[in-house]
């Protein structure tokens, strides 16, 4: 398959370059992604600022390109600017940290799946635990099972994949488990830093409506999870009960 890789934490995180390096031994592979750190930036591009890539020399065996962008502006410039023809899928990751639950919504790596499916290409996006030593691991489980993804993202590709892999020491994960997205929250305050500015701080937790389908609980119990996420923002339920309600002009 032809395979667009990206990610938010910058063309030379080792997450991008290790899960190349696998996916390149069955696959043709292209890299573009963000010359520097890009997490939180969700699905924003850059609108009113010009955007520029440059191709390096840092892989042997395929094509990589930084641009000054965000992950979902790298998705739109290799589309553009730098691919002749669509990939079959998009491959976001692997983000250092997971990103379960509401953390879809800040997200770079899901948003540059995301814009896959703005653009009608399938794409997931993966991530890990902060703490789990090299991406080896995460990348073969990919390589591994990518054509199975691949069959299961439905055709017209507005759904994409969210998939997060917990830290193994103890040899305890459980499996692999579709499941839904759960509910973080966050208990969030600003700190001044060094005459620089106010920089947000956050504690994490998890709202009572999770349950044992959701993902930030299903993680919790050493399963990696794939969440599918639908470009779709739509409130159907809600649609139904307004949609014939009156109002003054």
């Known amino acids: 398959m032809k395979i667009l890789l990206v990610n938010d934490d910058g063309i030379y995180s080792q997450g991008i370059l290790t899960l190349a390096y696998e996916l390149m031994k069955e696959h043709d592979v292209t890299l573009v992604a963000p010359q520097r750190q890009m997490s939180g930036m969700g699905h ?6 010009h ?3 440059i191709k390096l020399n840092i892989l042997d065996g395929a094509d990589c390109y930084a641009v000054s962008g ?8 290799a589309l553009n600017l730098i691919l002749k023809d669509k990939p079959d ?23 540059a799946a995301l814009e896959g499916s ?21 990348s073969k489980l990919i390589a591994k099972n990518l054509k199975k993804f691949y069959s299961l993202l439905p055709y017209d590709a507005q ?15 459980k499996g692999i488990k579709f499941c839904r997205v759960g509910v973080k929250i966050y208990d969030e305050n600003y700190q001044f830093d060094n005459n620089l500015g106010y920089r947000l701080k956050c ?20 399963f990696i999870t ?4 639908k470009n779709d923002w739509n409130d159907l339920e809600s649609y139904q009960r307004l949609k014939d309600e009156v109002f003054e002009l």
């Open 226 to 229: 794939v969440s599918a996420v």
């Open 203 to 222: 504690i994490v937790g998890l709202s009572e409506k999770n349950t044992q389908e959701d993902d930030v609980i299903l993680y919790e119990q050493k």
């Open 118 to 138: 703005v653009q009608g290409i399938k794409a997931i996006a993966v991530s890990q635990e902060y703490d789990i030593e090299g991406f080896e691991f995460t």
């Open 51 to 53: 955007v520029n890539f």
């Open 89 to 111: 899928i998009i491959v976001s990751g692997i983000n250092k940290g997971f990103n379960l639950g509401t953390d879809v919504l800040y997200s770079g790596t899901l948003n």
């Open 70 to 77: 965000t992950p979902a502006d790298c998705v739109k410039v």
């Open 44 to 49: 924003s591009i850059s609108y009113y600022d």
């Open 159 to 173: 759904t994409v994949f969210n998939i997060n892999v917990p830290i193994d020491n103890e040899k305890r994960i």
